[in-house]
């Protein structure tokens, strides 16, 4: 029989300490674990909860507590294994929507947040059951209980009883109440795969013999690379393996174990999952396939198996998975497959796939690319790119993100953590074939607005492994660019110009050097150096020379970057120049990046080596070089670009809203398109005018609607195949008089097929230029805004831009003028400018009701006319329907 409260209530959820339990309401059958939980309490504890000495329950208190309607009272419980570790509930105060709440935790897991979080959990619950407000007693040596409430960001009326602290406070969520949420959620997930990367030892389960298998080699790899910990076999059949004393289980182990890392094949994972969970392993690597990547049944083990591993405090990368590497000299972990740790470096690197995995590390050693650390989560069952963003946000050893996904567990939440990371730190990420953005590709969301989408998390984009690479060499070893001025140096005319030509078409200014710079370079190097910019020296100057032009250039307050293409002449050692080129880029604050093309004496292996430890951003072509450098350009840009703010909007009525579309769900549960009255009323609770219009059925209709709207109206076609057709002939406007409009409406009617035509008569509205926004909840990425001018070109065109919620300031400024139709907005051709603040005014307005209502799954306002007196929003439609999961609203809780 499946309990009687909504399956959401159910979660996982990290603790202060990087921990994990599990949350759901009490049921019946946890009379004995209650019992055997409150029998643990100390007796400070207890008073704390009773405000009095009640060593036990009776069994009538047992009952009372365990069940419950789960409407007045709610009680919820921390489990972790088959232990209750603490207890949290509301209950109301009958006839109002008040209810008491309280907790107990019990005294060995006090400290680690689990009041925090049953608080965040319960608060989100109580208003399903009609409760806004919470109210608790504590006595006033309860700090930590006291602090609860206090730091939780609720605005609370406190009142004092003798030694009795009374709080009350609404609990809808605030800014504040918000910001603490995400703050505690940042640490505990950053703390739950620090102990992961991080770990004190290691137990290698399923470690052989057998130098071929998979247990032997993570071993030998651990050892080898150094780990700085202990390091445990564990296989049954063997006492030593790789001269290193096993044991029979995970269990045998004599002291404690951070990190599992399970090479065992697919049907032992469980029995030893369950192991570890006795053994309190704080954390699973499990590299066996033949999960969720194999099919129904798979998939449905590999839940399972995460299900257990979170129950019982630990966190899981894999399965069907490489490995995890981290090279801090505290630790040198390598447990992978990779026989060596790459060098140290401050980039950490997340991947999905095993394989992808080991091409990943042999691309960052041929490279000579340092990490930090080096994650390949596999089938990404729990673990996923959002909580490394989570660490590495902190991690002082890492400055550089570098992402492979292939999909998103969570993007809403990608985007969010992103937009704060990159703020600090750069993100680059590869769209590779199964993401999110080539799921969008598919759909009418084109690539171009994935890209848009990604630019305003500030990631920076790039399409294979070789890019992603080509990026972090630069960002890795080079400052972000301040501008988008770019001089091009080499003793090749033909290489330069390929270099200038492509910082063109990357949207990079190569403009003319000024005329100190170039007498500067001409003082030093001699009359050879040709053109202006590129700056093109003698095909055999000696690194001198190029060491005077780039001081020059360095010199010079009118370039932000650098791009040099030379070719060594036979009599110039490679190396020598690449020592000119890394005295440049040291210290600088200008980015230099080089097309070296090695030949000649010097060239080769040897030569090779130097360039890499040169620390330069050096690239095969010319092109490569350059597509590198526009994208840290780019993402300079947005780093510099002001953060915006959701701004605070007048004049909203979202209760009325709610309530709205709540009404018509209830009516038609599986959804329908919002219309005429209810239409207009959604729109207007927030602040949203559809400009007036009747619907007509005859040519009587049409005149009355129209002396009652004024002269001059507009007819138009409504039914579904002429809406937003006017080429079709389905719109007639200005028409001033009772005989035009009778005579158009004859027209119309014989044109479009006869008597039964919808029409709608509406007042005429100032001419301006016709606009779309439009909102839709995709299955991805929740709620996106779009705006494009009306019009069949642009349909043709997919003009359209797009943004992901919530919608700043900024955003919405940007997404007004990134159409390639914008100039029309602002004057062109001698046309009056529109007022745009009003368009980016409704486009926020329109953002806020689809983040505040997922219910509303489409909404389009189609046209709107921006004029420069304001808007008309001349049409609109919406269709409603039970929503779908916001992935990063609500407490917190592991998906």
């Not at 703050?183 to 991080?198: C, P, Q, V």
């Not at 396939?289 to 099919?295: L, N, Q, T």
């Not at 008597?755 to 301006?768: H, K, L, R, W, Y």
């Amino acid at each position: 029989m499946s309990p009687d409260y909504p399956r959401h209530w159910e979660a996982d959820v990290v603790l202060a300490d990087g921990g994990t339990v599990h949350l759901r309401p009490i049921l019946p059958s946890d009379g004995d674990h209650l019992l055997a939980f409150h029998g643990q309490l100390s007796e400070e504890t207890i008073r704390y909860r009773y405000f009095a000495a009640h060593p036990t329950l009776s069994r009538d208190e047992v009952a009372h507590f365990t069940q419950v309607d789960y409407d007045s009272r709610v009680p919820l419980v921390a489990v972790l294994g088959d232990e209750i570790v603490a207890v949290g509930q509301f209950d109301r105060v009958p006839g109002t929507d008040v209810a008491e709440v309280a907790f107990v935790v019990a005294d060995a897991h006090q400290g680690r947040g689990m009041g925090s979080v049953l608080l965040e959990h319960l608060a989100a619950i109580a208003p399903e059951r009609g409760i806004h407000l919470f109210e608790a007693e504590v006595l006033a040596g309860n700090y930590r209980m006291a602090r609860v409430f206090r730091d939780a960001g609720y605005e609370a009326t406190q009142s004092y009883e003798e030694d009795v602290i009374r709080l009350i406070f609404p609990i809808e969520p605030t800014a504040a109440s918000l910001a603490v949420m995400q703050s505690r959620e940042h640490r505990s997930e950053a703390l739950s795969i620090g102990r992961l990367l991080n770990p004190r030892s290691v137990a290698v389960v399923g470690a052989g013999r057998d130098p071929t298998s998979v247990g032997h080699t993570v071993l030998v790899n651990l050892l080898r690379c150094g780990f700085e910990g202990p390091v445990y076999p564990v296989n049954p059949k063997a006492e030593h393996v790789a001269s290193v004393r096993a044991y029979a289980s995970v269990e045998d182990v004599p002291d404690h174990v951070d990190l599992a890392v399970l090479t065992v094949p697919a049907a032992a994972v469980e029995g030893v999952v369950s192991q570890c969970a006795r053994k309190e392993v704080r954390g699973l690597v499990i590299m066996a396939g033949g999960y969720g990547e194999a099919g129904f049944s798979g998939a449905a083990a590999e839940r399972a198996l995460v299900v257990t591993a979170r129950a019982n405090g630990m966190r899981v990368i894999g399965p069907n998975c490489l490995g995890v590497m981290s090279t801090a000299p505290r630790v040198r972990l390598n447990a992978t497959l990779a026989p060596t740790l790459p060098q140290r470096g401050r980039a950490g690197f997340f991947c999905q796939s095993g394989a992808l995995g080991v091409a990943v590390l042999e691309s960052v050693e041929r490279r000579q690319i340092g990490l930090s650390t080096f994650v390949s989560a596999g089938n990404r069952a729990d673990v996923s790119g959002n909580d490394l963003l989570q660490y590495w946000e902190d991690d002082p050893d890492t400055d550089i993100v570098l992402l492979y996904l292939e999909s998103f567990g969570n993007p809403r939440k990608f985007a969010r953590l992103a937009r704060r990371i990159g703020r600090s730190k750069p993100i680059v990420t590869v769209k590779s074939g199964g993401s999110v953005a080539a799921r969008l590709e598919q759909s009418d969301v084109s690539d171009r607005a994935v890209d848009a989408l990604f630019r305003q998390a500030g990631v920076i984009r790039v399409d294979t492994l070789s890019q992603l690479l080509d990026v972090a060499t630069l960002l890795d070893s080079q400052p972000l660019p301040s501008g988008r001025r770019v001089a091009v140096v080499g003793n090749s005319l033909a290489l330069a110009k390929l270099a200038a030509d492509a910082c063109a078409g990357a949207g990079l200014e190569v403009e003319t050097l000024s005329q100190a710079t170039l007498e500067s370079v001409r003082s030093t190097v001699g009359p050879g150096v040709a053109i202006a910019n590129p700056l093109v020296l003698p095909a055999d100057s000696n690194p001198d020379a190029l060491r005077e032009a780039l001081a020059a250039l360095m010199a010079d307050a009118d370039v932000d970057a650098i791009v040099t293409v030379f070719v060594p002449p036979l009599r110039t050692p490679t190396p020598e120049v690449a020592e000119v080129l890394s005295e440049a880029s040291a210290g600088a604050r200008k980015p230099v990046v080089s097309a070296f093309i090695a030949f000649g004496a010097g060239a080769g292996a040897n030569s090779d080596q130097t360039l890499a430890r040169a620390n330069l951003a050096l690239y095969p072509s010319p092109e490569e070089a350059v597509a590198a450098l526009a994208r840290a350009t780019a993402y300079a840009e947005w780093r510099r670009r002001p953060e915006g703010t959701v701004p605070s909007l007048a004049d909203l009525d979202t209760e009325a809203a709610r309530e709205l579309v709540e009404t018509a769900l209830r009516d038609s549960p599986d959804g329908l398109a919002l219309q005429g009255q209810a239409l207009n009323q959604l729109l207007a609770a927030y602040g949203i005018r559809v400009w007036p219009g009747q619907t007509i059925t005859s040519m009587d209709e049409a005149v009355a609607a129209a002396s009652q709207l004024g002269y001059p109206v507009a007819l138009k076609a409504t039914a579904a195949p002429f809406r937003h057709r006017p080429e079709l002939g389905t719109v007639r406007l200005d028409i001033s008089s009772e005989e035009e409009l009778r005579s158009a409406h004859q027209a119309m009617t014989t044109r479009l097929g006869g008597p039964t035509t919808e029409f709608a008569v509406q007042a005429m509205a100032p001419a301006g230029v016709a606009t779309v926004v439009r909102t839709t909840e995709d299955p991805s990425l929740g709620a996106l805004v779009s705006f494009g001018l009306g019009g069949v070109a642009t349909d043709l065109l997919g003009d359209r831009a797009f943004r992901i919620l919530p919608l700043t300031d900024i955003d919405a400024a940007e997404l007004v003028r990134s159409v390639r139709t914008a100039p029309l907005l602002f004057g062109y051709r001698g046309a009056g400018a529109v007022n745009v603040a009003a368009l980016e005014q409704l486009l926020l307005r329109v953002a806020r009701l689809a983040d505040d209502l997922p219910e509303v799954a489409e909404l389009e306002l189609n046209p709107v006319i921006a004029s420069a007196s304001g808007l008309s929003v001349l049409s609109a439609s919406a269709r409603v329907a039970s929503p779908a999961v916001r992935l990063d609203a609500g407490p917190r809780r592991l998906r």
